[in-house]
């Protein structure tokens, strides 16, 4: 396990052994800033906030598309402990105002899309989160590279596995790491499926149901999810992609095939260039099986996976939570977190380090996902199984 | 909602105002006999045990084919109000001694498969209850009705949808009635979920994940449910049947197309002759999915429904529980009840009183569901969507 998830699960170990301390006391300084010293006194392997032996400064954040992620990026940024909102591009004037008065942006940070290129003169931004919509993504990441920037990248990493191998080429060329926003590999609920998983705590796990909807009934119809050339597709893009990364994760394989299935257009008045629904089963090498829905029919957010001596499942299970869960030995007693916080610190960790991030972060692991969503799509366009051998 | 149905959901309403009467205790008092009247002050119109207005005696069940399953038959009739273990039919003389002596089987009600048309002229036999491996329902019933009784033929109610034709046809000649052991139509929690889905107390069901499994890694090699010819299928037939018929009652619509797909073969040494896993999709005309997969790979047993404007599910959901559930307005509060017991009274309510047995429990809800299991076995062997219409 790497070091940073390490740590959060000895955090968690010893939030279970103080008996004196509220579980939302404990919930909202972890939020803030992980490791103060008397709330943890067990523990004293841990950096104090803000003082990683070998950072002499936070990671300097400029945030790319100010829509309606960009905001859970931002609040993450203000309760991490490494990294600091710096910058903003943005292509609204009203935006970058604002951004600029309430959260003191300087005026020297603050780029449009035009003027995006120049960052490469700024010595203040270490870093560019681009939280624009899928379509967008491989050109940000692309000019983010080129500007000597590392680079986070939100999930779906982009419309294709070629478009992710390169984005993955460009920073490398560039000398710049590439990490995707992947905010469940730092959430402890998550964390402990993996364990379960991968050690094999009830045996080989084989059958996996992972599904995850929101009801868009009344959502904009100019809203870029409904659009395909940004969005790259509907909920699988944007929601399965969950499914798919944790049934990887969970198993700790690659499917090596799929069959897929649209379902129904319920609002047709919205749904004309992406799907509404979409159903796919997974099939991997150790013969597990993950069966999925990602919709925009109706609400729907459960993980659940059978092993040869137990189960374990989360409902909520693949949304921001809060999270609610068991397994077999019991109910899962986690606390809530702020996610994006915990994910700036564990890619931070790595790069004010200069570090590799690890497979599980990194622009790889986006690309084995998009290999995996385009093989749905074209089993479901298809009708056949597809293989991703 | 039919007159029993009705009787049961308002005994649990007064249950629920019972302060000083513990959980338990109604529960024993439910499973040996509905409506005691110093338990139910409130509830005067039901009338008291073994005296149905329109009955003089209980209905004389013979049990035909003493396997596991014959046993929670049993038990169902001991604990029953209207019913009675009468007779057996068995090709074993030593549990024909065995039943004898235990339940006092009178000698004259014993029947070998040899023995079993002379039943005919046993007037103290009302009805016989088929207890024998899937692929044997259909001789039965048809033997049994032809010795002039009422069948009730447990699930699936034969191989195929044909047989169910020839099944009804038989009965209807015969002038006797054909029930098919749908446990789940008496009990409260389903009651409970059908209501919440064909009453749209959410709104439109949109998406049910319905699947049910057990891992048979330990099963004797030579049980019926490996054999193609006796069980008719893997565990779409002896399980996912429950997964269909919950999306179908919860719906109360009839799906008009499938897709399907076996799951790998884990456990080769058993599964030579039927699936060990499937998965399918179910698709109704109102736009609503069910999504499923019934396994003896791994266990598994959950039922979950998403409206429009609210969410339902169980789980334990479709095997004898005991269930836990909940929908978006709360938690389920609902007994234990003994769902044999239960069914034979909701049967025996109709029987007794010369009317026709309710849709839902008759042969023709049977054949419903062997149209959409035969759907999918078509489906998965083809790889192509299927039409049900």
């Not at 959502?219 to 940004?230: E, F, M, R, S, T």
């Not at 499914?243 to 994760?249: E, K, T």
């Amino acid at each position: 396990m790497p070091a940073f998830e390490h740590l959060v699960v000895l955090l968690y170990s010893t939030f279970n052994k103080m008996k004196n301390v509220s579980r939302r006391g404990f919930v909202e300084r972890l939020g803030v800033g992980l490791g103060a010293s008397i709330l943890l006194p067990s523990f004293t392997a841990y950096p104090q906030r803000g003082a990683l032996p070998y950072a002499t400064k936070k990671l300097q954040v400029a945030v790319c598309g100010l829509g309606r992620y960009a905001n859970l990026v931002r609040e993450g940024l203000a309760a991490s402990q490494y990294c600091q909102l710096a910058g903003i591009v943005t292509g609204s004037p009203t935006k970058a105002s604002q951004w600029k008065a309430e959260y003191h942006i300087p005026e020297k940070n603050i780029y449009s899309y035009q003027t995006f290129d120049t960052i490469l003169a700024n010595k203040s931004i270490d870093l560019v989160y681009i939280t624009l919509p899928n379509g967008l993504h491989k050109e940000y990441t692309l000019r983010a590279a080129k500007a000597g920037k590392h680079v986070i990248v939100e999930k779906p990493m982009a419309l294709t596995e070629q478009d992710c191998q390169e984005m993955i080429a460009a920073c490398q060329r560039a000398g710049v790491q590439l990490a995707v926003g992947y905010r469940l590999h730092y959430e402890p609920h998550h964390i402990e499926l993996k364990r379960l998983g991968q050690e094999k705590v009830f045996g080989q796990v084989r059958l996996i149901e992972a599904s995850l909807g929101y009801r868009l009934a009344d959502i904009d119809p100019k809203d870029w999810h409904l659009n395909k050339a940004l969005a790259g597709g509907g909920p699988l893009m944007n929601l399965g992609v969950y499914c798919v990364q944790s049934s990887r994760y969970v198993l700790g394989e690659e499917p090596v095939a799929v069959t897929a299935q649209f379902g129904p257009v319920t609002l047709p008045h919205l749904f004309t260039e992406v799907e509404e629904s979409i159903t796919w089963q997974l099939y991997f090498p150790s013969g597990a099986v993950c069966t999925s829905t990602a919709t925009s029919t109706c609400n729907i957010d459960r993980f659940f996976a059978s092993a040869d001596s137990g189960s374990f499942e989360l409902s909520p299970g693949l949304s921001y939570g809060p999270f609610r869960g068991k397994s077999s030995q019991g109910a899962f007693n986690f606390p809530v977190i702020n996610q994006q916080a915990a994910q700036l610190d564990g890619i931070a960790y790595y790069l004010l380090a200069n570090k590799p991030l690890p497979a599980h972060i990194s622009g790889e692991e986006g690309r084995k996902d998009l290999r995996v969503l385009e093989g749905i799509y074209t089993a479901a366009k298809s009708g056949q199984k597809v293989s991703l051998r």
